[in-house]
């Protein structure tokens, strides 16, 4: 199972999170849950959406997951093994707290475009474009990169216009002792077939589309306060349904799946209506 993690941040405001679960072998059709988090660098009800995201899987696909990759946007390095700890060990709850022996093996990437490199190549042959911007696919894995951690540069998209910002991956935690070139191999399949795209993308679709789903709720939630900052002078009890509809769309697009009471409703599930 590949999963994403994505957080939408405000200043002000409430911050979103999005947890995207893939239940097809080739990783391109997602569930998704949506939450609201005080803190967006660690997320204290992960074990709660990752349970249901587990069921959710084996309801869909008929079997549990063998392994889970998982893939989160990159946090400070001073709070990346803070983070690392909470949620990797939430995961692994989640997983014995659903059976008792059940334990996948766990591969855990933060992935981040919030950095100053830039990728460029002296032979003319890989320079690509007007931009003249590095071949998609390309990877740097050496001098640049820490040698302490095990991380990597991909530049998975091809620049259209000025230079390209390659995404930073680094494995936090590998129970399933890929290769450099498996995951590699792997962060750059998963940037194609994003359905709102026909190129390759800069990030897998899995955080793709946890962010639109955060972009989504937080949609859901402006409408709400819509209503109740247009009608404060008034009564609010009196505009009291129209909120409460807005409410329940949230509710019933985000709801897990199998909590759903009739079959209809599990439509949502599959279509991917967040995209």
Known sequence: MIQGLETNVMPGQDSILGLASSFDPSATSYTMQTEITSN????????????????????????KPKAIIFFRTA???????QT????YRAIKSACRMLEQDYEPKIT???ATKKHATRL???DKRFQIGKSQNVP???????????????????QSSQGIQGTSIPTKYTVCQDENKLSADSVQGLCYYLCHGYVRCNRTVSRPNCLMYAKLATDRARAYMKAAGNYIHNYRQKSVQAH?????????????????T?????PDDNRLAKTMFFT
């Open 40 to 63: 967006p660098n660690i997320i204290t009800n992960m074990i709660d959406l990752q349970m249901n995201a587990l069921k959710t899987y084996y309801k869909l696909a008929r079997e």
């Open 75 to 81: 946090v400070n390095e001073h709070q990346m093994q």
């Open 84 to 87: 690392l700890g909470f949620e």
């Open 108 to 110: 855990y990437i933060m």
């Open 120 to 122: 460029c190549a002296t």
């Open 136 to 154: 998609a696919g390309t990877v740097v894995d050496t001098a640049i990169v820490d040698r302490s951690r095990f991380d990597f540069y991909l």
């Open 240 to 256: 009291m349904p129209e909120i409460l509809n807005i409410k329940k769309k949230f509710v019933e697009d985000f709801v897990p």
């Open 258 to 262: 199998q909590e759903k009471k009739k």
